[in-house]
């Protein structure tokens, strides 16, 4: 007659093929024969793995780019966003940001004009919009936006459109800097990207070197 064994846990993970059948292993009772998109946790049960989500757009897509994770800690794990010349770092479903600064104003043009004192963004610059209220945030929060050109040190435009949009109310969150920052350090110079040397011509069958079409080079 049959029975079922108890199955308190499966901090054992997966069993080997050969332990299969191997109930009188002490493994046997806590371990799973098949784990397929989860993650055994240390208190015994099965979680599924998370998915894959959309973060951001690499920051030039014209040059190769490798996303390399990087496991800091055990609680702590990053993907590492490597191009030419640059590295973006992203954790927690985001990019990780500088500080956050808060922004007075917004207009409702083809290039929005967003006001935050002393921002010290640039032309190309990214920027992760938050914090925004009313109807304006539902369109503009959790969206990331270039810096199109920059007006003065307290205002910038972005290559968003808020024409027909709501009007800006307010927003919450960030810092009003009372002074500009300190200027990024000169970024270092990045030699272009170089093609692979062509592989070398690979012969066909053996021989001693010698030109059979050559008298002076006949065979023996």
Known sequence: MGYRIAQPNFSKGELAPHLWGRFDVDAYQTAVRKARNCYVLKYG??????GTRFVAEVL????????IPFQFSIEQAY???MG???MRVAALGGLVLNEQLAITGITNEAQAKITAAYHGYSVGN???LSGIAGDLGEELNGRIATVASVIDADNFRIDLSTAGMAAFSSSEGGIT???APDPDPD????PP????????PTGGGGGDGRDPNNPNEQQP
């Open 79 to 81: 993907a590492l966003e």
């Open 45 to 50: 049960g099965l979680e599924k793995r998370p």
């Open 60 to 67: 030039d897509a014209s040059e190769p780019v490798r996303i």
């Open 84 to 86: 030419q010349g640059y």
């Open 187 to 190: 970024p270092p110079t990045v």
């Open 126 to 128: 990214e920027v992760y």
């Open 177 to 179: 800097r009372s002074s």
């Open 193 to 200: 990207v170089v093609a692979p040397p062509e592989p070398p």
